[in-house]
């Protein structure tokens, strides 16, 4: 059994609980919080689950490196504290374990990953013999592992494109929402996470990945963005009132050029309402899904919808990121220590999971 600790309890926290859980592989072995209402309080009812574990959540970090767990599970955000993530992670690393965690967006294609930030990973796992994978959804599985899977089953490949396509209100992170992302700000308010290159700091390292894998050339990477207003006030049940005229979807490309034109895409669709923007891609079903289309011959789709936590479609998202990210835990367990990417870790079978529920 690899012993492993999750870092954090949120969104991705309580999923990255119930998976270390129910992994015929790992043994959890300590949960750090950074907030004080959760310290002391059983791992089990910080994820949802229905029994105790007996792994009380802790605040020192300190105390739960020094017991040497083999793997952490880094569930914290680093969306507004990437400094603060990487510094967290490299002592981790630092201490032999095996990291996995999609709080890093610069590392989800490491060869690119800015020197600095780069050079510390790498001065940690020559210290301490651990090892980092970085992955999630989108960024992740959704513009790595799956586009590559069904592009391998064409003849011609022309274009792949792959979309995140979701209500916003469905997340539970209002700040985010409202603040990075923009929703219910005025039109001419600027979000962060939408200011020009923002996108390609993101999502560009997808697109380098892709290309790499494909043996293609890239000439560049280009940005496209569109922002529509309500047409009248909506009232959400997790996040309350979105006013008419104000921001309320967004739509964007990171576009990959090859040969002159874009091949690559990694296209977002984002709504805090279906009324709102109704002329752009909608889901299938439901509030969210992750598609990826193949144009060439044959063209190829696939729409993947996940859910979890009562049929929430994002916590269904958050879900399949952890699960690719604990099912990796164990190869990399076995492999050198080392920094890694989608391209290194494989996609494997749920193997002793089939039937298999938490205690």
């Known amino acids: 059994m690899i ?19 129910a992994h015929p592989a790992l043994e959890l072995c300590g949960v750090l919080v950074h907030n004080p209402d959760k310290a002391g309080r059983d791992a089990g009812d910080l994820a949802g689950l229905d029994c105790p574990l007996g792994i009380a959540a802790t605040l020192d970090i300190d105390a739960a490196l020094a017991t040497r767990p083999r793997a952490v599970v880094y569930a914290a955000s680093g969306d507004i504290r990437p400094d603060d993530a990487l510094a967290d992670i490299v002592r981790a690393i630092r201490a032999g374990a095996v990291v996995v965690t999609p709080a890093l967006y610069a590392f989800y294609d490491h060869r690119s990953a800015p020197p600095e930030a780069r050079e510390q990973v790498l001065a940690a796992i020559a210290d301490g013999g651990g090892s980092l994978f970085v992955s999630g959804v989108d960024p992740g599985w959704g513009n790595d592992v799956l586009p590559l899977l069904v592009a391998g089953l064409g003849s011609e490949v022309e274009t792949i494109r792959c979309q995140e396509i979701f209500d916003y ?10 603040y990075l992302v923009g929703m219910g700000q005025p039109m001419d308010y600027q979000p962060p996470m939408l200011a020009p290159g923002v996108p390609t700091m993101v999502w560009g390292g997808q697109i380098r990945l892709l290309a790499r894998a494909l043996g293609a050339e890239l000439d560049e990477i280009r940005e496209t963005l569109d922002r529509r207003p309500l047409e009248s006030t909506v009232h959400t049940e997790r996040m309350g009132a979105f006013e008419a005229g104000t921001q309320g979807a967004v739509r964007f490309e990171v576009q990959g050029l090859v040969g002159g034109a874009p091949r690559l895409i990694i296209e977002h669709v984002t709504r805090i309402h279906p009324a709102c923007a109704p002329d752009w891609p909608t889901p299938p079903s439901g509030d969210g899904a992750h598609r990826v289309i193949v144009a060439g011959r044959p063209r190829i789709e696939v729409t993947v919808e996940a859910t979890d936590e009562d049929g929430n479609r994002s916590a269904g998202g958050n879900a399949t990121a952890v699960g690719r990210l604990v099912g990796a835990i164990d190869w990399l367990a076995a492999a050198e220590p080392g ?21």
């Open 3 to 21: 012993p492993t600790i999750v870092w954090g309890t949120g969104n991705v926290g309580r999923a990255a609980v119930r998976a270390v859980t």
């Open 169 to 178: 209100t469905t997340y539970d992170q209002p700040d985010s929402v409202r």
């Open 339 to 359: 920094l890694y990417d989608a391209l290194d870790v494989p996609l494997r079978p749920a193997a002793g999971l089939l039937g298999r529920r938490h205690p």
